[in-house]
Every structure is written in C-alpha cells, then in structure tokens.
C-alpha cells in the first residue's frame, strides 16, 4: 500500500476527484507492482497522509491529519481511516484537542489493533482525555481492530518534547523522540544540553517500564541526531 498527499483532480494516473484542499490518496499494489485499486480520502479541509499499516485481519489503517476540520476539535487534528482489503472504508474517526496535534507514526499491534504515536501541542479538550505537561508532549492512542480508542498516555516535561517513531518489543512498546525538557511533569530523565533523544519503554497497558534521555552533543550536530528518526525497531535478543 502507497499512501501520500495529492492536491490533484482526476486524470492521468489518478482515478478518483479532489474531495477539496488536499487529500489522502491510496494505491494498492501486488507483488509484481500491478495496481490492484485506488482511493482517495478527503473533505473540504486539508488532509495529509503520514502512514499507513496492514493489520491481522488484512485491511489497513491509515493515519493522517486534518486541518481546521468540522469534525475536529483544534487547528490540527489526527484523521484514522479503516479499511477492508479492497478499499471499503469501514470507520473514520477525527481525534484531538483544541490545540495541534500530528500522527508521526502507526503501527500494528499483536491484538489487530493499532497504536498510534502523535505529538500534541493540546491540553485536556475534545476527545483528548490526558492534560499535557509542557509546550508540546507524546500522545499515545491504542486503537482496537475496529479503531475504538482502548487507552491513552501522555508523557511530557514542561518544554517541548516531540515524539517521532513507535516500535513493538516484547514486553509491550518503545516510544522514541527528542526532548527539550528538563525532569518535570512525569519526565523523570533530564536533558544534558539543548535536545536530547528520549526514549520510553511501555507494556501493552500502556504502563511505563523504564524512560532514558541520550545525548550525543550540541548545536546542529545534536539537532540532526535527534530530528532525523524515521523508524525504529526492536530485535529479539539473539540479534543483539
């Protein structure tokens, strides 16, 4: 599955209209890169795709944001999308404050669920039920099959603390982003100097396990390690 942001009308390779704004716009390949169908997701706001995943029952969830939505709660909310295997959307939900808040990142679960990793610049409001700490905090939203939220947490110090990525352990989940915030709210690792990377190990209740802060120097050098996370993974012991 290919899922990106199109602010094109139908034509060429693409099959379906611009809903208005921009749109979420959705392939779905075989093997060989033959396209099996095509959609495209959208309202009168702006929507932007940010990642999509297969689940155990073979259909997707695809996470993205909307801007100033009527269905939303604050400047930028967190858009999820269920699919079935052939495209037929089967749930939409809009979640949120009254802030901003964006998906970095979704993954798969072991249950069929989803967990989703977004950084949120919104305090208790909307359908977000965890007060933030500082200026912008990690917001984890566990999602089951159907995309009903299960839980949330929140974790942040009174600066600015952006998650980037998610990954599954086998304990539960590891949270990874860059922090700004020295120990404050449920922030129990402080910063050396500038960002740091902050990492939190959570289990499947969404309990935490451990947190640790990692620094790797200052000025750009220190920005770069801590901005550029695209994914991360866990790998069993033997691996490591």
């Known amino acids: 599955m290919i899922a990106g942001t199109s602010y094109s009308g139908k034509g060429l390779d693409k099959k379906e209209d611009s809903k208005g704004g921009s749109d979420i716009w959705l392939i779905r390949l075989n093997e060989f890169g033959d396209e ?3 959609k495209t997701l959208g309202s009168a706001s702006d929507e932007e795709a940010r990642s999509v995943i297969q689940t155990t029952d073979f259909g997707f969830f695809v996470a993205g944001n909307v801007q100033n939505s ?4 604050g400047s930028k909310d967190v858009l999820i999308v269920k699919l079935d295997k052939d495209g037929k959307t089967l749930s939409e939900s809009v979640f949120g404050g009254k802030g901003l ?3 970095e990142k979704i993954i798969p679960t072991r249950d069929g669920g989803a967990l989703l990793g977004v950084y949120s610049r919104s305090g208790l ?3 977000k039920k ?3 700490s500082g200026e912008g905090d990690y917001w984890i939203v ?3 099959k159907s995309g009903k939220v299960e839980w949330e947490k929140n974790f942040g110090g ?5 998650l980037r990525t998610l990954a599954l352990t086998s304990a539960g989940y590891l949270i990874g982003g860059e922090s700004r915030s020295e120990r404050s709210g449920n922030k129990t690792v402080g910063i050396e100097e500038g960002t740091d990377l902050w990492l939190i190990s959570l289990n499947e209740r969404g309990e935490e396990i451990w947190q640790k802060s990692y620094n790797f120097g200052t000025g750009t050098f220190l920005w770069e390690r801590a901005y550029f996370i695209p994914q991360m993974i866990s790998l069993p012991k033997e691996f490591c």
């Open 36 to 38: 099996l169908w095509q």
């Open 70 to 73: 009527a269905k939303g709660y």
């Open 101 to 103: 808040d964006e998906v």
């Open 125 to 127: 409001g909307g359908s």
């Open 130 to 132: 965890t007060e933030n």
């Open 142 to 144: 566990k999602l089951d």
């Open 158 to 162: 009174k600066g600015d603390d952006h």
